[in-house]
């Protein structure tokens, strides 16, 4: 039986790929804040009853010695990295916190299965904000990086380090470079589930008004659980290599207001209002994946279009409220 240890195992990506790999009969431990066991019935949520199969360890990112007893303790075959500090807008306050946990966090990871676990095959999850300020679009693996954000920066150089661990030290090591992907498990800051949970809402008569930044804001958005096969589909090849996982196609965030609206029956124009607050300034070339590598190397494709995913994100939040 393979023994594999995810961090961030309480969120969206998390518990789906605790999910997937429980079903093909992994023992699976996860790395989680001491306060998510005390905190269990909500900040552990999502994992629902597969809690119960899970073996939960506290431990801090930030801490070197915490990580490495506990890697030294289970000693994956696998180890998932996809914890991470995952809001792109920040404030100043948070970026050493923010490079703190995402850099030093992946490089506290390494170092510890270099020395305890050599042989562990690791997956680090990287993100479309590595490219950043780009000149083309679509964008793959060989298309040169120039991050935008504190949190580009800090997954961009915990990728260096993926690499060089890697390249130097002969780790099976990977870098997924994701872009968005969403499902009902998305966590309610980040644009979708903010739409699909005020649709909802407002459906039920229990609020009037949607506040939006940037309407005209692209993004390539996906289906959570598709990547997350992808990712383990990375860690079961015979190479470790990096690939961009995406769907290849822009849509903007009035488009998905629109979807979202109509679904539930409902002209978006009566309840959107622009916020300067969550606004953000558009990129003048939108982040839009390429992910013909991961197609054609490793079978990967993606099974939900854009509609589906935005119509179970809404029939959820509608769901949680009837
Ligand atoms: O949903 P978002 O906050 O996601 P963002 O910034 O693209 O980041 C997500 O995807 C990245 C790439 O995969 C990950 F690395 C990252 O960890 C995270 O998962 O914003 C999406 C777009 C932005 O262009 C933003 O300007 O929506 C626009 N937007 C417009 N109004 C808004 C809002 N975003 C938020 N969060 N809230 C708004 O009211």
Redesign the pocket.
């Known amino acids: 039986m393979k023994r594999a240890l995810i961090t961030g195992i309480s969120g969206q990506d998390g518990s789906y790929l605790a999910e997937l790999l429980l079903a093909k009969g992994y023992d699976v431990h996860g790395l989680v804040r001491r306060a998510s066991i005390e905190d269990a019935s909500r900040q552990l949520a999502k994992l629902g009853p597969l809690q119960e199969q899970i073996t939960f360890h506290p431990a801090a990112l930030e801490n070197e010695l915490s990580l490495y007893k506990l890697i030294a303790k289970v000693k994956p075959d696998e180890c998932y990295h996809l914890a991470a500090s995952?809001?792109?807008?920040y404030s100043f306050e948070e970026e050493s916190s923010i490079l703190t946990t995402n850099f030093s966090g992946t490089h506290f990871l390494l170092a510890s299965l270099k020395e305890a676990v050599p042989d562990c095959r690791f997956f680090f999850a990287g993100?479309?904000?590595m490219f950043g300020t780009v000149d083309a679009a679509p964008q793959n693996e060989a298309t040169p990086f120039n991050p935008r954000s504190i949190?580009g920066i800090s997954k961009l150089a915990s990728h260096h380090l993926v690499r060089n661990y890697r390249n130097q030290y002969g780790l099976f090591a990977c870098t997924g470079i994701?872009?968005?992907?969403e499902s009902p498990r998305r966590d309610f800051?980040?644009?979708?589930r903010?739409i699909t949970a005020q649709a909802a809402r407002i459906k039920m008569g229990l609020d009037d008004t949607l506040?939006?930044?940037?309407?005209d804001?692209l993004?390539d958005w996906g289906y959570a659980p598709d990547y997350v096969q992808g990712i383990w589909q990375m860690l079961q090849h015979d190479v470790p290599d990096d690939y961009v996982i995406a769907s290849g196609v822009n849509h903007s965030?009035q488009e998905f207001v629109n979807c979202a609206f109509s679904h539930l029956g409902l002209d978006y124009r009566a309840y959107v209002k622009v916020d300067p607050r969550?606004y953000?300034p558009a990129e003048e070339v939108p982040l839009r994946g390429d992910a013909s590598k991961i197609r054609q190397i490793l079978g990967w494709q993606p099974t939900k279009p854009f509609e589906a995913i935005v119509a179970e994100m809404v029939d959820h939040d509608l769901s949680l409220l009837t």
């Open positions: 995952s809001f792109v807008s993100s479309s904000e949190y994701l872009y968005n992907h800051k980040f644009v979708t903010k506040y939006l930044g940037n309407l804001a993004r965030v969550f953000r």
